[in-house]
């Protein structure tokens, strides 16, 4: 394991374990308001299709903001992971019934209800452990973002989802990861540009 590899490591750790730590009304109440600062990045940008993840343990909950995005008339994106190649295959979501058990234990799109979508979305919102004020961002490891990314970068604009509590100072990164336009949390937007 390379240098770069272990930091993220004791990072993942780190910080998986400040956020599983939030009490639930904490995590919920941090949530409805970082979905309320999305919403409004969403709006203000005129963005009429967005890339969400379905949340997953204590991710924040981004059911407010799909809520908002079917009541705003947003297209609705969410992702099915391909285990196999890494790679993600984008769904339309219309309801929470349209949704079952998939990689990893989170909720994916039922590919016998739905079709994949080729639509490229305006937006992709994404998860992760940590958070930097340069719009870096630490995943889970398994690459399924960083993925997307290389195919989507030039295209799309990538926003954070995180708690305040997921913000460090320094993130160890390699070429491929993600390099964030903004992150949203429930102390509002936080806006990058990308060189």
């Known amino acids: ?35 309320k600062h999305a919403a409004e990045l969403i709006h203000m940008n005129r963005i009429r299709s967005v890339l969400v993840y379905v949340p997953f343990r204590s991710e924040v ?21 391909d285990v196999a190649t890494r790679a993600m295959i984008l769904y339309p979501l219309y309801n929470k019934d349209q949704l079952r058990s998939g990689a990893y234990g989170i909720m994916e799109p039922d590919d016998q209800q739905l079709q994949p979508s080729d639509d490229i979305p305006e937006a992709v919102l994404v998860p992760g452990l940590a958070f930097n004020n340069k719009g870096q961002r630490l995943g889970y490891g398994g690459g399924y973002y960083d993925r997307l990314y290389e195919r989507l970068k030039d295209q799309t604009v990538w926003i954070g989802m995180a708690h305040e509590q997921q913000f460090v100072d320094d993130i160890p990164v390699d070429s491929y990861d993600i390099v964030l336009n903004f992150v949203v949390s429930n102390k509002g937007i936080g806006t990058f540009s990308i060189e």
């Open 1 to 35: 394991m390379n240098d770069i590899a272990l930091q993220k490591k004791q990072l993942r750790q780190q910080l998986s374990a400040i956020r599983n730590s939030l009490l639930e009304q904490l995590r919920l109440q941090q949530s409805e308001e970082a979905c």
């Open 61 to 81: 909950d981004t059911w407010p903001l799909i809520h908002w995005c079917w009541q705003h008339q947003v297209k609705v994106l969410v992702p099915r992971c």
